[in-house]
T-cell receptor
């Protein structure tokens, strides 16, 4: 069975500062993927970043980077230079052969 | 690229009505689409996996006769909530994965539609 855990219900950060959103996972699959999605209040799910279990380097996409520590089974999202538009719900997801298992999400609020 | 269109965005209807939600992949082909349900302030819950040309695979606890899924083409899947009641009110969102040849499924992100807010009175 796959399990994904986001322990931070909410996070606050000031504009222009960096913030780390935590995500831990558990799976018995030898190959898997870790994904982060952003969900603004309007509801759409926006794909942010992906990390494959066999990737040697941490994934980066613009201001987003994924701190992947395979031995600890963690895949934390780091947002650098936070912007007001980053305020949203963030979901970590574990991808197996076919489906995604989502964490409960972390609400991020960026203040001026 | 990888745009998924979901329609309608909002539905308000009377109890007992059947509601159809469409999910289209606009610029790629999707042999597999997914339907999720999300309650306020909660995570996405997978309802079913929609496979083109075959029957959908439903998650445990999801009523097949209540939530009819049809995936008639590589770009369209539909979810029909039959005889909807107030407890069916929720946010429904679909996703599709670009079937990139040679790439493992675990490496492909799911691309989501904008969701449908369903309110049954």
């Amino acid at each position: 069975a796959q399990k994904i855990t986001q322990t931070q219900p909410g996070m606050f950060v000031q504009e222009k500062e960096a913030v780390t959103l935590d995500c831990t996972y558990d799976t018995s699959d030898p190959s898997y993927g870790l994904f982060w999605y952003k969900q603004p209040s309007s509801g759409e799910m926006i794909f942010l970043i992906y990390q494959g279990s066999y990737d040697q380097q941490n994934a980066t996409e613009g201001r987003y980077s994924l701190n992947f520590q395979k031995a600890r089974k963690s895949a934390n999202l780091v947002i650098s230079a936070s912007q007001l538009g980053d305020s949203a719900m963030y979901f970590c997801a574990l991808g197996g052969y076919s489906t995604l298992t989502f964490g409960k999400g972390t609400m991020l609020l960026v203040s001026p | 690229g990888a745009v998924v269109s979901q329609h309608p965005s909002w539905v308000i209807c009377k109890s007992g009505t059947s509601v159809k939600i469409e999910c289209r992949s606009l610029d790629f082909q999707a042999t597999t689409m997914f339907w999720y349900r999300q309650f306020p302030k909660q995570s996405l819950m997978l309802m079913a996996t929609s496979n083109e040309g075959s029957k959908a695979t439903y998650e445990q606890g999801v009523e097949k006769d209540k939530f009819l899924i049809n995936h008639a083409s590589l770009t369209l899947s539909t979810l029909t909530v039959t005889s909807a009641h107030p407890e069916d009110s929720s946010f429904y969102i679909c996703s599709a994965r670009d079937a990139v040849q040679g790439a493992a499924a675990v490496d492909q992100p799911q691309h989501f539609g904008d969701g449908t807010r369903l309110s049954i009175l």
